[in-house]
């Protein structure tokens, strides 16, 4: 099985080449699932009902989120009416719509996605690594793959938690700092792993965001509206390829063959 994941789309530039190159990708290496972080693919704060329409109708089966999952008030009403929209399961369970997503694969191959968030430098929520543990209690044992989207700040947090998973899920990607990492491995039991797919949108600023804004703010600290970089636009994601013939993990997950981390740009 191959498995790609794409990492945080950015406001319309981020949008715009996963339309232009999607397809083609997907074709030429022959995957089988698509997954994206999309919090950020309105304007570069949350999601919209629309975008999130037309990420799946590219061809994206499930949309991760974080912290900007509720930026946009207008997601509140929708998100519960579709499952295939994700925020981190460690938000308050008063929270609407759900951080686990069970499907099958268009070659019916069952497969589970978790989102959660970290607490270290980010807003108050439960703990990611207990939550997980009840989260992944749910996932029916005929699940053969299961992906987790540990959206979070600081890489110690993200490395901890891949090892704590390791031999338990398929695969753990860090999202949220939109700097992709060169630590792309599998970890010894079988789980691979990278603390950050890094971003898809504009690379032209600081990232995702207009740089001469975000330079003034440095200098003056005033408050002040971010806009969306323009130039360099790039698509980062990783594809993941999974052992199916071979021993399974010790909770009977596919185990990944190998992680390759991707950057594609526009033609």
């Known amino acids: 099985m191959r498995v790609l994941f794409i990492g945080d789309i950015v406001g319309s530039p981020g ?4 339309r232009e190159r999607l397809a083609d990708l997907v074709e030429h290496r022959q995957i089988d699932l698509v997954i994206a972080n999309g919090e950020n693919s309105a304007s570069g704060f949350g999601i919209t009902p629309k975008i999130v329409e037309e990420l ?25 009416h579709q499952p295939r929209l994700l925020r981190p399961a460690n938000f308050s369970v008063v929270n609407p719509c759900s951080g686990l997503f069970v499907g099958e694969s268009k070659k019916g191959l069952k497969f589970a996605v978790l989102n959660v968030q970290g607490r270290v430098f980010l807003p108050a929520n439960d703990d990611p690594f207990k939550r997980a543990d009840e989260e992944l209690a749910k996932v029916p044992t005929d699940v053969a793959f299961v992906l987790v989207d ?12 891949g090892w704590y998973l390791d031999g338990r899920v398929t695969v753990v990607v860090g999202t949220h700092t939109h700097v992709a990492t060169a630590d792309e491995h599998v970890l010894p039991k079988g789980t691979a792993y990278i603390t950050d797919v890094g971003m ?3 690379h032209g600023g600081v990232i995702g965001m207009d740089r001469t804004t975000i330079i003034r703010k440095f200098l003056d600290g005033l408050p002040t509206r971010f806009e969306v970089a323009t ?13 199916d013939t071979g021993e399974r993990n010790e909770t009977g997950r596919l185990k990944a063959k190998s992680i390759e981390r ?6």
């Open 262 to 267: 991707l950057r594609l740009l526009i033609d």
């Open 56 to 80: 799946l109708g590219l061809g994206v089966e499930v949309i991760t989120g974080g912290n900007h999952s509720w930026d946009r008030k207008e997601i509140m009403e929708y998100m519960p």
């Open 231 to 243: 130039g360099d636009v790039q698509m980062n994601a990783v594809l993941i390829e999974t052992d």
């Open 200 to 202: 898809t949108g504009p």
């Open 15 to 18: 949008r715009h080449i996963v």
């Open 150 to 161: 540990m959206h979070a700040e600081t890489t110690s947090e993200k490395i901890a938690f």
